[in-house]
């Protein structure tokens, strides 16, 4: 399974569009958690589920707590795909 760094964005800027009820608009690769969408431990945590459920990936507590933009969360994800 090949994928790029667009198909991750859209694929998390759809989870947090529906989770956070924003724009999907609004969410760029710049964007915050925290500061820009208001999302909490819990919406984070939920985003977390969701990459490792739908990328097969493996989020650590420690890995999750420096994930701190949407673009922060793509590179995360695209660096640990299995090749």
Known sequence: MSLDQDQVMAKVREHL?????????EIGPNTRFREDLDADSLD???????????YGVSVSEEDAAKIETVG????FVLQRLPA
């Not at 569009?17 to 608009?25: G, I, K, Y």
């Not at 945590?45 to 739908?54: K, Q, R, S």
């Open 72 to 75: 922060d969360a793509v590179d």
């Open 44 to 54: 984070l945590y939920e985003l977390v589920m969701e990459l490792e459920d739908t």
């Open 17 to 25: 569009a529906a989770e956070l009820e924003v724009s999907a608009d």
